[in-house]
Nanobody, 123 residues
Framework: QGQLVESGGGLVQAGGSLRLSCAAS????????MGWFRQAPGKEREFVAA????????TYADSVKGRFTISRDNAKITIYLQMNSLKPEETAVYYC????????????????WGQGTQVTVSS
């Protein structure tokens, strides 16, 4: 059974940057689409970004386009989310997820989930 472990969350001021990492255990994850989701207090979990197994395809939520960048290093079986120009409303728990299928934006498409890392953006 594979495992996903997120890190890199923390407290940052509005306009600041953070880089999240997600380390995957199990070589099979290099063949998986990987994604980032977030869940703010009292809100539903929402899609943020996803990347295909070879990094050749990416997709982003409209709200983060131009500010967030998803990437992956299959040699390290790790994915990253570089977040710039953060906004207070982006305070949430950020989750890493893995999907067996092609690049996807829905929660139901993902088969494995990490425990999440807290990102807090102060105004």
């Amino acid at each position: 059974q594979g495992q996903l472990v997120e890190s890199g969350g923390g407290l940052v001021q509005a306009g600041g940057s953070l880089r999240l990492s997600c380390a995957a255990s199990g070589r099979t994850f290099i063949w998986y689409t990987m994604g980032w989701f977030r869940q703010a207090p009292g809100k539903e979990r929402e899609f943020v970004a996803a990347i295909s197994w070879n990094g050749g395809g990416t997709t982003y939520a409209d709200s983060v386009k131009g500010r967030f960048t998803i990437s992956r290093d299959n040699a390290k079986i790790t994915i990253y989310l570089q977040m710039n120009s953060l906004k207070p409303e982006e305070t949430a728990v950020y989750y890493c997820a893995a999907a067996r299928g092609t690049i996807a934006t829905t929660i139901e498409s993902y088969d494995y989930w990490g425990q999440g890392t807290q990102v807090t953006v102060s105004s």
